[in-house]
């Protein structure tokens, strides 16, 4: 998961550079020089350094499969939008061609930009060994009013959000993605992506090295659907950007330290448990490293421990023993948490109970949900258990399909068939599912991708249902009732409760790729990878539903979390222990 790729869109982040990480290449003097792209100004500095100068020491790292299937969807969604944009303009774009090597492409560009080409698919920037640049970009849109260059980047994730027309602080500002037009937009609202705003202010640069940057300072974004080009002001964004890029290019030329720190994109780097011989990590790897040192970022990872280290705090020992005032910079919940966070750690307790009776809402008729979904594709598989039964509501015609609206015009009828049955026979009835974020967006993508059809709701009727009490987020009850010093995905939390998955690879990625495989996108489709998916999805709604009477039984029970988990009071009395 290293070789160029972005973590987050499992794509090359400048469509450009070289396919390789960021690292030391020979420059036109036969010097080594360091270069990198702007996918290296999103993440872990310690992996940076990494990347650049072990290469060798990734060598047999198997590519993760949902990494690689992000960058095919990624490249398949890049190529829909380069065939819709050209087919409506043929004689206004110039495409670079992606077989080229880089300095083909890149002289292919500039000859381009000299021409005053209108549209450029496909632009690659000359490398800058002084500077250490190195991308490109999908889209370079001649500035017809100021001349120069607009950079248009093309990304497999939302950047906006649909909102109806109303007064509003901010509106972004977005242009049709077939006529340049940027205006306000009262109809779209911003979803915040920093790596995108990173991309263009560093392209922005290396177009103004050539004196070819437009003097608008703008840049855009198509995002997952090609409705409109988000535009970003970029003047704001470019003093930010100088400090991180002049921060980045120092560590991958070996100028300034790094140590490793706990971060989310340690879940799926190839270095969390490979070891590199760094000077400061020594022969151990990240992990290794950090239980060592007792790094504070294993409990409070991210910026948290960025905060932390600013006031001192070092180690995990360094928090639990923590006696003075909330740091004045803090803005992560109750610093006493932070605390007994550590503490709990420290006395490998992997909960602890904010509250002295754990609750959860309980009804007569309690069914448990969950679904799979394929990237942004579509759902296509809605698990429940009703009275310890499993039924699945699936297509398997491969996404997208219109398949999908059949199973989940099932799944809903069925649903508020339990529901209703249970209001006549007057008892109460409550749907349970395990951090709903993802079923609440594919219950309205749903309703209104496929409205109209047989069976499926309107998207009023899922409001009324989601925002009701009748719908019940475990994640929530958990978040509230619990510090979690090990992470609160159901994967750590049901097993405190008793329970375990069939198989041992168990895992949205992992269920990517067995999809992949159930379905025959690649291949006949693989009837085993199938009732892997079902036993998988079942798995995850009875851990739901064991978690919920581990928490709140219906009857006493000395296996409840009231019995089991220990409370605040337990390690607030434990200061400087």
């Not at 496909?122 to 001349?147: F, H, M, N, V």
């Amino acid at each position: 998961m290293y070789s160029g790729i972005d973590d987050r869109d499992g794509r090359n982040n400048d469509a450009s550079a070289e396919d390789r990480p960021a690292g030391v290449d020979a420059s036109a003097h036969g010097a080594p020089a360091a270069f990198i792209d702007a996918r290296a100004l999103i993440g872990c500095r310690h992996r940076l350094h990494l990347d650049a100068n072990f290469p060798r020491h990734l060598s047999g790292v198997v590519e993760d499969a949902g990494v690689r299937q992000r960058r095919e969807a990624a490249a398949a969604h890049r190529n829909r939008v380069r065939d819709a944009l050209i087919a409506a303009d043929p004689d206004n774009w110039v495409v670079i061609d992606p077989a080229q090597p880089a300095r083909a492409r890149a002289a292919a560009t500039m000859a381009a930009c000299e021409a005053a080409a209108q549209h450029i698919w496909g632009a690659l920037l000359p490398q800058e060994p002084d500077t250490g640049r190195r991308g490109g970009s999908e889209i370079l849109l001649r500035d017809l009013d100021r001349g120069g260059y607009i950079p248009v980047i093309v990304v497999n994730h939302k950047v906006t959000d649909p909102r109806r027309p109303e007064p509003a602080d901010f509106h972004p500002t977005t242009s049709d993605p077939y006529a340049w037009n940027p205006k306000p937009d009262p109809t779209r609202k911003l979803r915040q992506q920093p790596r995108d705003q990173q991309r263009l202010a560093h392209l922005y640069r290396m177009l103004q090295r050539h004196g070819l940057a437009s003097p608008a300072l703008v840049g855009g974004v198509i995002g997952y659907h090609l409705d409109r080009i988000l535009v970003h002001d970029l003047g704001p964004l470019l003093d930010d950007y100088d400090r991180r890029y002049a921060d980045r290019i120092a560590v991958v030329r070996g100028e300034l330290p790094t140590i490793p720190s706990k971060v989310p994109e340690c879940r799926q780097c190839p270095w969390w448990n490979r070891a590199a011989p760094s000077a400061a990590a020594g022969e151990l790897s990240c992990a290794d490293w950090l239980a060592e040192h007792r790094d504070v970022s294993l409990v409070a990872p991210g910026s948290r421990a960025e905060v932390l280290r600013g006031h001192g705090v070092q180690t995990i020992d360094d928090l639990a023993g923590w006696t003075g005032e909330d740091p004045d910079d803090w803005q992560h919940g109750p610093f006493d948490e932070a605390v007994v966070t550590a503490r709990a750690w420290l006395a490998n307790a992997p909960l602890v109970r904010r509250v002295d009776r754990v609750w959860v809402k309980r009804a007569d008729v309690e069914v448990d949900v969950d679904l799979e979904s394929y990237q942004e594709y579509g759902a296509y598989l809605w698990g429940t258990l009703l009275d310890g039964v499993y039924r699945p509501f699936v297509t398997w015609d491969p996404l997208p399909t219109e398949d999908e609206g059949r199973s989940f015009a099932e799944f809903w009828t069925w649903l508020m068939q339990v529901r209703a049955e249970a209001a006549m026979a007057g008892k109460t009835f409550a749907a349970y599912c395990y951090s709903r974020t993802a079923e609440d967006k594919w219950l309205y993508e749903s309703a209104r991708r496929f409205a109209g059809q047989p069976g499926v709701p309107t998207v009023d009727q899922i409001r009324a249902f989601v925002d009701g009490p009748e719908w019940v987020d475990m994640f929530q009850a958990v978040s509230d009732q619990f510090i979690c010093p090990s992470g609160k995905g159901l994967k750590k939390i049901a097993p405190v409760a008793g329970f375990s998955w069939r198989d041992p690879e168990a895992g949205g990625e992992a269920s990517m790729s067995w999809y992949r495989l159930a379905v025959g996108y690649d291949d006949e489709p693989d009837m085993s990878q199938r009732t892997r998916l079902f036993e998988y999805n079942e798995d995850d709604v009875r851990a739901t539903m064991v978690l919920r009477e581990w928490m709140c039984p219906k009857q006493p029970s000395a296996h409840s979390a009231d019995v089991e988990v220990p409370g605040l009071e337990d390690f607030t009395a434990r200061v400087g222990q």
